[in-house]
């Protein structure tokens, strides 16, 4: 049924939203103090801070722009590091930074339907400050337990060293006339179904320090949003699964996770996956983007079954309509879950069981076409629009011209 009252509008968005945020679970509840901490915040930390923060953002619910800060300068680092190592001392944070405004951006498809927007999230720029001091800390115990297979928001690796990778390897797989079996595995909602229990002990796991892990803790215990639509915005309304979208730090907790399933699943083992120039490979991951190769069907449906499995135990659960399965070489009996293609868009490359480039030259020099006839037109419009109707020639407008 259509709505059309505003606060029906309202109470649907944060209905939908709250599916996907609420833990079944019993909420984790962390008032404990760590005592043994790090060293202390330095004001140059903040600094740093302060001034990597991209400005002309959108702020929080506080409505403090990040360029006020920095029009301050000295005084404004003074305050946020007195805010900062008072939150570090305490574990305890400020409400308003522990609440995002979700902003719903329409996708493909029908307008009424609440799964095709997809959502931004705007978090307080003071918050950013104390996050970004709380992510470097963080960097050397991340880089320690990431392998170099995860490209995913990692300093100096990208979607091209991931797509240059495919290639080298299917070319590699060519040349010794070896067939390999891909599987792209997808998500359903992958950063929203964290789970924050599972995710704390996987920390701890992963040898994470307890002041840091009690820091995490107490920023996810007490969150809250609110969806901003047309109409208004919604009651404010807790979070109780999944990493906090628009921060900084989601990315690498969620790299952290995903890493505790590749490792239970056996990924790493000496024989798992495809073996070539002198290793054996069984994937390629970006974030949540994960490829699994192997030499043999048989092989590729044990590594699959494996993260299917393990993913489920922390609350992942793969999306079979959009996993797909590619194979270089001849397929028997083929009975593994996935719709199996030939090509794929993988990373924003299209990548072809063959391995030949030339299918992506073509997409790509269609792809600019199409973008520069866009751009002709916008320009041939503004033109007519600045110039107006003396020069649009004798006898006819605008609505001749463009209708």
């Known amino acids: 049924m259509d709505l059309i009252e505003a606060e029906d509008i309202k109470k649907r968005w944060q209905e939908y939203t709250e599916l996907y945020k609420k833990d079944?679970?019993?909420?984790?509840?962390?008032?404990?103090?760590?005592?043994?901490?790090?060293?202390?915040?330095?004001?140059?930390?903040?600094?740093?801070?302060?001034?990597?923060?991209?400005?002309?953002?959108?702020?929080?619910?506080?409505?403090?722009?990040?360029?006020?800060?920095?029009?301050?300068?000295?005084?404004?680092?003074?305050?946020?590091?007195?805010?900062?190592?008072?939150?570090?001392?305490?574990?305890?944070?400020?409400?308003?930074?522990?609440?995002?405004?979700?902003?719903?951006?329409?996708?493909?498809?029908?307008?009424?339907?609440?799964?095709?927007?997809?959502?931004?999230?705007?978090?307080?720029?003071?918050?950013?400050?104390?996050?970004?001091?709380?992510?470097?800390?963080?960097?050397?115990?991340?880089?320690?337990?990431?392998?170099?297979?995860?490209?995913?928001?990692?300093?100096?690796?990208?979607?091209?060293?991931?797509?240059?990778?495919?290639?080298?390897?299917?070319?590699?797989?060519?040349?010794?006339?070896?067939?390999?079996?891909?599987?792209?595995?997808?998500?359903?909602?992958?950063?929203?179904?964290?789970?924050?229990?599972?995710?704390?002990?996987?920390?701890?796991?992963?040898?994470?320090?307890d002041h840091l892990i009690c820091l995490l803790r107490t920023l996810y215990a007490g969150q809250g949003a609110t969806v901003r639509t047309g109409h208004g915005t919604t009651d404010w309304f807790q979070i109780g699964k999944g990493v906090r979208q628009g921060c900084i730090l989601s990315p690498c907790l969620f790299n952290l996770y995903e890493e505790y399933i590749m490792r239970n699943a056996g990924l790493e083992e000496a024989q798992a996956g495809i073996k070539i120039a002198g290793r054996n490979l069984s994937n390629l991951r970006y974030a949540d983007d994960t490829t699994l190769m192997a030499e043999s069907e048989e092989e590729l449906k044990r590594l699959l079954m494996k993260v299917k499995v393990e993913s489920e135990k922390v609350g992942l659960k793969l999306n079979i309509q959009k996993t797909k399965i590619m194979a270089s070489g001849p397929t028997t009996s083929w009975e593994i879950d996935g719709e199996t293609v030939s090509d794929f868009i993988f990373l924003g490359s299209k990548v072809t069981a063959d391995g030949d480039c030339s299918h992506e030259i073509k997409r790509r020099l269609l792809l600019r076409r199409k973008v520069m006839t866009n751009q002709h037109i916008q320009k041939q419009r503004r033109y007519f629009a600045n110039k107006g109707p003396s020069s649009q020639g004798y006898g006819f407008s605008c609505g001749h011209v463009w209708m």
Not at 42 to 56: G, R
Not at 63 to 92: M, R, Y
Request: charged content about 25%.
């Open 24 to 209: 079944l679970h019993d909420p984790d509840n962390h008032d404990g103090v760590i005592t043994d901490l790090e060293p202390d915040i330095l004001e140059c930390e903040v600094k740093w801070a302060l001034e990597s923060i991209t400005t002309n953002k959108a702020g929080g619910d506080d409505g403090i722009p990040v360029e006020l800060f920095q029009i301050l300068k000295n005084d404004a680092v003074k305050v946020l590091h007195s805010i900062c190592q008072q939150i570090w001392k305490t574990q305890q944070w400020p409400q308003d930074w522990r609440r995002s405004v979700f902003i719903p951006i329409p996708k493909k498809g029908n307008a009424k339907e609440c799964s095709n927007y997809r959502t931004i999230a705007l978090i307080s720029c003071a918050s950013k400050v104390m996050l970004k001091i709380l992510q470097a800390r963080l960097q050397q115990y991340v880089n320690h337990e990431l392998p170099n297979v995860q490209a995913g928001f990692r300093k100096g690796r990208g979607t091209r060293d991931q797509i240059a990778n495919i290639l080298w390897i299917m070319e590699k797989a060519r040349e010794f006339q070896k067939n390999i079996y891909f599987c792209f595995i997808d998500y359903a909602k992958a950063f929203d179904c964290v789970d924050h229990k599972k995710l704390w002990k996987i920390l701890q796991e992963m040898g994470i320090p």
